[in-house]
């Protein structure tokens, strides 16, 4: 197969950036400090474009591009978050749709809605303390997201 021409890998970086950008600039806001988030996410897309060529090459570039994303605000944060951590954040504080976090992560929306279900089973009083987005805010009317389980949205309201 013949590498495809820079003008095409260069609009399509862009198209990523364009994309990703929002979340990844939220989520290492939500855990670092100002500064420290600017850094990370530069430092991110510095490497992304870098390794341009080897990313799109990936089944799911997305996944590879917020692998390093989580590693980098992990070490700068001093604290990694699990998968269902992540999907919380993203969800409860950042809220972000099901589907934008499955297109942000690089995963499927099931696999986001089952992490979603997970950090609903854990939370216990002294996590929702500890991490303030880690309790279940329910969408308003106004807000354009499904809620990834309608029984439970209805029975809490």
């Known amino acids: 197969m013949k590498p495809a ?5 260069t609009n399509a970086f862009y198209a990523f950036y364009d994309l990703h950008r929002p979340a990844y600039d939220a989520y290492a806001a939500a855990l670092l400090t100002p ?7 530069a430092h991110l897309f510095n ?5 341009w060529t080897t990313v799109v090459s990936e089944r799911h570039p997305s996944a590879w591009a917020w692998q390093r994303h989580t590693q ?5 944060s001093g604290h990694r978050l699990t998968a269902v951590e992540d999907a919380s954040l ?14 942000v992560t690089g995963t499927e929306p ?10 609903r089973r854990t ?17 308003t009317t106004s807000e354009n997201r499904r809620c990834p389980v309608p029984c439970l949205r209805s029975a809490s309201m």
């Open 110 to 119: 099931a696999t986001v809605t089952t992490l979603l279900a997970a950090a």
């Open 35 to 41: 500064e420290e988030a600017q850094i990370a996410v």
């Open 47 to 51: 490497l992304v474009a870098g390794n």
């Open 123 to 139: 939370r216990s009083p002294t996590q929702t303390r500890s991490r303030p987005w880690a309790f279940l805010a329910i969408p």
């Open 72 to 76: 980098a605000v992990a070490r700068r």
């Open 90 to 103: 993203l969800y409860d504080k950042l809220r972000l749709s099901i589907d934008q976090i499955a297109t």
């Open 5 to 9: 021409p820079p003008t095409v890998l």
